[in-house]
């Protein structure tokens, strides 16, 4: 082993004591997104899919949630669980595509199409989600669109995902012009270049991936999805289209198979913008924390809630 990795693999030893110590002391819990550098998932108390870590972390006994992810993640939590504090080490993790709607053109465009449903996917600002009839993740779009009758829905704001659902359920249905940047980069030809490579691979996908890109997959799913296809599936290859953190879990829960990111450009920089010194730095000052209204935190949650019932 080369003496800067050793170093390194010894800052992070350091850093994941002092992050333990102080979270037995903050009653704290760790979740980490699947996107999030090796070294915070390593740390976490639970990593997975925004939503799903949202509410386990609503079940615990913990008083705070430090959410290593981006913002509409913490929020989410805060949502779900409004008397724990909910930290997020890095104020300036956003996520691009959630920008592409906000409340205000949400409600203009109720305006011009009255009547319409919104369905919200969870990557959005609590305020969006406040303003929409009804969330959904990448996991259950298509059960959740097929739970509404009528014409008029908007999908918001990733079409990409909107489409997806929508083809399969063979429906119009209204797309909001948004997009994952990081997903977004993916092209056809670098997975038809994957595939030269990689003859015997499997190609897996997330929803959020250009609509060609996903008609070159095996297997279209959630991050929890792509995980457990790999788990399921008897083949050894992967060709993998989605964020370049989820390479840690996959090999972790499939030794022994092989995975290759479809292309060198599948980096989310918001993602990577936790580290472990911010984690200790948050758990010290309880702080950044991310806070929603009480008036938007229960709309939000009714959205979220009808999602759920279902």
Avoid at 101 to 115: I, T
Avoid at 215 to 241: C, H, M, P, W
Wanted: aromatic residues 6%.
């Amino acid at each position: 082993m080369d003496h800067g990795k050793r170093m390194n693999e010894d800052l992070f030893q350091t850093l994941a004591e002092e992050i333990e110590v102080l979270k037995r002391e903050r009653k704290a819990i760790i979740i980490a997104h699947y996107y999030q550098r090796p070294e915070i998932q390593d740390i976490a108390d639970f990593v997975g899919d925004s939503l799903q870590l949202s509410q386990q972390a609503a079940k615990t006994d913990a008083e705070v949630i430090v959410f290593c992810g981006v913002h509409f993640m913490a929020e989410s939590a805060a949502i779900l669980s409004p008397d724990k504090i909910v930290i997020l080490p890095d104020a300036n993790a956003g996520c691009p595509m959630a920008d592409m709607v906000d409340a205000e053109g949400l409600r203009a465009y109720k305006k011009r199409v009255p009547g319409v449903q919104v369905v919200c996917y969870v990557n959005t600002s609590a305020e969006v989600k406040a303003e929409s009839d009804i969330c959904c993740t990448s996991s259950n779009a298509v059960k959740v669109l097929q739970s509404l009758k009528g014409e008029d829905i908007l999908f918001i704001p990733d079409e990409n995902l909107g489409r997806y659902a929508a083809n399969i359920l063979d429906r119009p249905i209204q797309l909001w012009p948004g997009y994952c940047k990081t997903h977004d980069r993916l092209t056809k030809e670098d997975i038809l270049k994957a595939r030269e490579e990689h003859p015997l691979a499997k190609v897996i996908v997330h929803p959020e991936c250009r609509e060609d890109v996903c008609q070159e997959a095996d297997y279209i799913g959630s991050t929890a999805g792509l995980i457990a296809y790999a788990q399921n599936s008897e083949k050894r290859e992967f060709i993998v289209g989605t964020e370049s953190g989820i390479l840690h879990r996959l090999h972790q829960a499939c030794p022994g198979k092989e995975f290759y990111l479809a292309s060198e450009r599948l980096v989310c920089p918001n993602m990577k913008l936790t580290t472990l010194d911010k984690v200790r730095d948050a758990l010290i000052a309880l702080s950044p924390r991310i806070t929603v209204q009480e008036e938007i935190r229960v709309k939000a949650k009714a959205a979220l809630d009808r999602m759920l019932a279902l």
